[in-house]
């Protein structure tokens, strides 16, 4: 029987398990190491959002979860230990998930046979695919951009109604639910976020374009890369990220990620023709 627990007194085992953060899936944010830099009140208040996960009595797994939206939660980081025996034994058990009612949780992971037995044993159900695709920059790109583009960072403070509205046409979609300005200010809050690395790009005086540049697992990724549905097929794409490849370049940022819907041709093929190569799959569960 497998159950979810708040507590966990094993202080080997966990050490253990927290040290296997980055090789279960390196697309964890490690727990322990978010924990220990931060102050000990934060710390108390980090311990709210962590469980463990038990097998026949023993911790076998942890994960740590963070509150996105109302009753929606990503899990940063999540361990089980990965012996044979264990996986057969999840394989075999039956679940006590009764913590998970209480709203979405959202996981992303690297696509291994491993990871879906742990996962789809725990109720999570995988909900999609992405590519994750990178670049190497060794050299300054130089591009003749025409007179009427030109690029402007983002101000905060003053711009945050134009990045929603902006976002909200690029990414409109009957099943995705529209920003607000609250989320682009709880995004400017986030430990990923990097000042000066969102970018808006404009024909003449009107904003088509926006993308930025994030640290995510100590790792750089674009994201966010769109045009407005009116201006697609002008080549502002291509423009908008050599100059984010650009950005990097300037920063002293040797390699750049991007992900990128399995499904999605178009963008598969600008970052193809833009010098990036598939790395790996990501697989999104949800419970």
Same mark, same amino acid.
């Given at each position: 029987?497998?159950?979810?627990?708040?507590?966990?007194?094993?202080?080997?085992?966990?050490?253990?398990?927290?040290?296997?953060?980055?090789?279960?899936?390196?697309?964890?944010?490690?727990?322990?190491?978010?924990?220990?830099?931060?102050?000990?009140?934060?710390?108390?208040?980090?311990?709210?959002? !962590?469980?463990? /996960? $038990?097998?026949?009595?023993?911790?076998?797994? %942890?994960?740590?979860?963070?509150? @996105?939206?109302? +009753?929606? &939660?990503?899990?940063?980081?999540?361990?089980?230990?990965?012996?044979?025996?264990?996986?057969?034994?999840?394989?075999?058990?039956?679940?006590?998930?009764?913590?998970?009612?209480?709203?979405?949780?959202?996981?992303?992971?690297?696509?291994?046979?491993?990871?879906?037995?742990?996962?789809?044993?725990?109720?999570?159900?995988?909900?999609?695919?992405?590519?994750?695709?990178?670049?190497?920059?060794?050299?300054?790109?130089?591009?003749?951009?025409?007179?009427?583009?030109?690029?402007?960072?983002?101000?905060?403070?003053?711009?945050?109604?134009?990045?929603?509205?902006?976002?909200?046409?690029?990414?409109?979609?009957?099943?995705?639910?529209?920003?607000? !300005?609250?989320? /682009? $200010?709880?995004?400017?809050?986030?430990?990923? %976020?990097?000042?000066?690395?969102? @970018?808006?790009? +404009?024909? &003449?005086?009107?904003?088509?374009?926006?993308?930025?540049?994030?640290?995510?697992?100590?790792?750089?990724?674009?994201?966010?890369?769109?045009?407005?549905?009116?201006?697609?097929?002008?080549?502002?794409?291509?423009?908008?990220?050599?100059?984010?490849?650009?950005?990097?370049?300037?920063?002293?940022?040797?390699?750049?990620?991007?992900?990128?819907?399995?499904?999605?041709?178009?963008?598969?093929?600008?970052?193809?023709?833009?010098?990036?190569?598939?790395?790996?799959?990501?697989?999104?569960?949800?419970?």
């Amino acid at each position: 029987m497998i159950k979810i627990k708040r507590l966990c007194f094993d202080k080997n085992r966990l050490i253990n398990l927290f040290e296997r953060s980055k090789s279960f899936n390196s697309f964890n944010n490690s727990f322990i190491k978010f924990y220990k830099s931060k102050p000990p009140i934060i710390r108390l208040l980090l311990l709210r959002n !962590i469980r463990f /996960i $038990y097998l026949n009595k023993k911790v076998v797994g %942890y994960f740590w979860f963070e509150k @996105i939206y109302e +009753k929606t &939660y990503s899990i940063k980081d999540f361990v089980v230990n990965t012996r044979a025996d264990l996986s057969k034994a999840l394989e075999e058990s039956t679940v006590k998930n009764g913590f998970f009612s209480k709203g979405l949780f959202i996981y992303e992971c690297e696509d291994n046979s491993l990871s879906n037995i742990i996962l789809t044993t725990l109720g999570f159900k995988k909900s999609g695919e992405t590519l994750l695709m990178e670049k190497s920059i060794e050299d300054k790109y130089i591009e003749n951009v025409p007179s009427n583009i030109t690029f402007r960072f983002m101000e905060n403070n003053k711009d945050e109604n134009l990045r929603c509205n902006l976002q909200n046409n690029i990414f409109e979609d009957d099943s995705r639910i529209p920003l607000t !300005i609250d989320d /682009i $200010y709880y995004d400017q809050c986030q430990d990923y %976020y990097l000042e000066n690395a969102s @970018i808006f790009i +404009k024909d &003449y005086d009107e904003c088509v374009g926006y993308g930025q540049i994030i640290l995510n697992n100590d790792s750089f990724f674009i994201v966010n890369l769109g045009i407005v549905k009116e201006q697609r097929g002008k080549g502002f794409s291509t423009y908008l990220l050599n100059y984010l490849i650009k950005v990097c370049y300037d920063r002293g940022i040797k390699k750049i990620y991007i992900r990128v819907d399995q499904q999605n041709a178009i963008a598969k093929k600008l970052y193809l023709n833009n010098g990036f190569k598939f790395v790996n799959m990501v697989s999104i569960w949800e419970q």
